[in-house]
């Protein structure tokens, strides 16, 4: 019979599960992209990752925009509408530094060698830009998963039902670009995640509705061998396709800014991102 002494050791074990030596901590494990924040307080990771230089990007194409995100607040994205009317969107999740000119311009040039196609850079910093490293930490580890949800969500009501969704992101991006993938439902039509944190839940896996393309470095030493490993496997289980590219480089080398830049693995890594996209736009 449950009594006030089980009680008592209910709510002990509880108050334990959150509070250990003075911090807050969960009992449940994190999200892969909770997982992937908890990497800003690493030093190592944040070194890793050169302070960008100042870049301002004109565009004649782009614009700011503003939708209604989920959760009833205003949400934000940066769009290139298609040159001809198109139901092909492709959502572009930035790094950890936010939407900033340089997420900017590879969208366009995405946009450009696409072709057929409207893109969209979500913004899921809330307009927050980093200039440094100590920034960027600071504003990864402030994303929650119910706003993010809650912007990428209202982004899919802002596209519409008819639209067919593509996503791409790389670092902290890379994770949200699947995780929109996820949210998109059957309205996915590809996703490429460039060194992000995988999905580990296989259950969520079952229910993506098309192919994923994993761009990563065997140098990373956050989303390494093991853990591509790992995801490979767990596509596999959840009976759904992925391509894999692995380059000898390390982390963020497809970004010019970074110390780790890898020129000629970018260059192949974006050749197989726009023949991945191509094969599957109608």
């Known amino acids: 019979m449950f009594n006030m002494k089980n009680l008592t050791v209910l709510l002990a074990a509880s108050f334990l ?5 003075g911090q807050k901590i969960s009992c449940c494990p994190a999200s892969a992209t909770e997982s992937f924040s ?18 301002t990007y004109q565009s004649e194409n782009g614009k700011s925009i503003a939708f209604r995100a989920a959760d009833g607040n205003d949400a934000y994205g940066w769009e290139i509408k298609s040159r001809n009317p198109s139901n092909n969107y ?6 950890w530094w936010g ?9 366009e040039q995405l946009w450009k060698d696409l072709g057929n196609i409207n893109v969209i850079a979500l913004d899921l910093y809330d307009k927050k ?8 930490a600071k504003f990864m580890q402030s ?3 119910d706003r993010a949800y809650a912007i990428i969500k209202g982004a899919l009501d802002y596209v519409g039902k008819n639209a067919k969704i593509y996503t791409i992101g790389w670092c902290f991006g890379g994770g949200w670009s699947l995780q929109t993938a996820l949210l998109a439902g059957n309205q996915l039509e590809g996703c490429i995640l460039y060194y992000g ?4 839940d296989i259950e969520k896996l079952k229910t993506l509705h098309a192919d994923v393309l994993g761009i990563f470095g065997n140098k990373d030493q956050w989303i390494n061998p093991k853990v591509v490993d790992e995801f490979s496997e767990n596509m596999r289980k959840a009976g759904k396709k992925l391509l894999v590219k692995r380059y000898e480089a390390d982390h963020a080398f497809a970004n010019p800014s970074n110390p780790s830049f890898d020129k000629a693995a970018k ?5 197989n991102t726009i023949m991945f996209l191509k094969q599957r736009m109608k």
């Open 129 to 136: 830009v980093a200039a440094n490293r100590e920034d960027a």
């Open 38 to 55: 908890q990497l800003a307080s690493d030093k190592k990771f944040a070194m890793s990752h050169q302070n960008p230089l100042p870049f």
């Open 17 to 21: 599960c959150f509070y250990a030596n």
């Open 267 to 271: 260059e192949d890594a974006y050749k």
């Open 143 to 145: 994303v929650s998963t």
């Open 197 to 200: 944190m995988p999905e580990k």
């Open 99 to 107: 939407l900033n000119d340089y997420i900017k311009k590879e969208s």
């Open 90 to 95: 492709l959502f572009v999740i930035h790094e």
